[in-house]
């Protein structure tokens, strides 16, 4: 089995910063791309910013110049950077990857179990 944990959602200040952390383990071969969403109340989940294998990134257009993703192939994590926080950015942000696993054998696309991260004054 495969699993994924994050850690580092919480309370913010407007203009504050806060570092998601994403740790994928089990049974894993490789690890594909990875990525982090975003799920408002009320709103469709959306992709927030995705790395490929190759360290190529992605942003979605409202994050851009303020959050940053990156990864650590050796400790199979995946980071999100995130500064300049705004109440709009207050969501439940899962970590999303493509993992080649043994057990069970295969390509699968893996969630994790959602980190609440609030953007308040």
């Known amino acids: 089995q495969v699993q994924l944990v994050e850690s580092g959602g919480g309370l913010v200040q407007p203009g504050g910063s806060l570092r998601l952390s994403c740790t994928i383990s089990?049974?894993?071969?490789?690890?594909?791309?990875m990525g982090w969403y975003r799920q408002a109340p009320g709103k469709q989940r959306e992709l927030v910013a995705s790395?490929?294998?190759?360290?190529?990134?992605n942003y979605a257009d409202s994050v851009k110049g303020r959050f940053t993703i990156s990864r650590d192939n050796a400790k199979n994590t995946v980071y999100l950077q995130m500064n300049s926080l705004k109440p709009e950015d207050t969501a439940v942000y899962y970590c999303?990857?493509?993992?080649?696993?043994?057990?069970?054998?295969?390509?699968?696309?893996?969630w994790g179990q959602g980190t609440q991260v609030t953007v308040s004054s």
């Open positions: 999303n990857a493509g993992v080649w696993s043994a057990q069970p054998l295969g390509l699968m696309n893996y």
């Open positions: 790395i490929t294998g190759g360290g190529s990134t």
């Open positions: 089990g049974s894993i071969l490789s690890i594909n791309a």
